[in-house]
């Protein structure tokens, strides 16, 4: 066990479903991140949240819509996707957003595919 | 500004032959350094850092990383690869006190021939 858990591991879903990734962390960190990885491409930064409240937001579109209720949970909610959104979609959390020593931790990731 | 890049986006090695995964980073503090490992359908799991104490670093499945200063790298080797080896490898960057985030490189693919 990593020490942050996403929830699905895989999801399949239409274009015009809702759905939500969840993940969450007992590690004590107060920093989140969502990270979008394609085939062929570079890890993408999407989002960051620092003591629950969002500090980055990378150009996503608005059909990603993520929320951080507290320091240990944090979700993606997805509405309306394109087949090109299908992806491995990474959470992390480190115990600041900057200058961290130990780097990041990463959960096993949720394999979106969208039909 | 801080960044990382990886020479080689696919390496392949045979069995129990050396491996060698280049990473070099621009910045303008010391930097921490890490390699992290991917395996396939996984997240990332750290394999290794660098903070600023033994420049020769151990990590984990007996891979070993050198920071180099002067040539501004921080090169992933391991004497002898093994099948399970196969998966990708992620260098990454931040500093201390320098207010940066992560910064990951491309991402090297490692392939075992038998």
């Known amino acids: 066990e990593t020490g942050v858990t996403q929830t699905p591991r895989h999801l399949v879903m239409g274009m015009t479903n809702k759905k939500s990734l969840k993940c969450e962390q007992h590690l004590g960190h107060n920093a989140m991140y969502w990270y979008k990885q394609s085939a062929k491409k570079p890890l993408e930064l999407m989002f960051v949240?620092?003591?629950?409240?969002?500090?980055e937001n990378n150009s996503v579109p608005s059909r990603f819509s993520p929320e951080c209720p507290n320091s240990s949970h944090l979700f993606l909610h997805l509405h309306t996707l394109q087949p090109e959104d299908s992806a491995l979609y990474l959470c992390a959390s480190s115990l600041t957003i900057v200058d961290n020593p130990n780097g990041y931790t990463f959960g096993s990731g949720t394999r979106l595919t969208v039909v | 500004a801080q960044s990382v890049t990886q020479l080689g986006s696919h390496v392949s090695v045979s069995e129990g032959a050396l491996v060698l995964l280049r990473c070099n980073y621009s910045?303008?503090?010391?930097?921490?350094l890490f390699w992290y490992v991917q395996y396939p359908n996984q997240g990332l799991q750290l394999l290794l850092k660098y903070t600023s104490a033994a420049t020769l670093v151990k990590g984990i499945n007996g891979f070993e990383a050198e920071f180099k200063k002067s040539e501004t790298s921080f090169h992933l080797t391991k004497p002898s690869a093994h099948m399970s080896d196969a998966a990708e490898y992620f260098c990454a960057v931040t500093h201390n006190n320098a207010g940066n985030m992560l910064t990951f490189g491309g991402g090297t693919r490692l392939m075992v021939k038998p």
């Open positions: 910045s303008s503090v010391p930097p921490y």
């Open positions: 949240y620092s003591l629950e409240e969002r500090v």
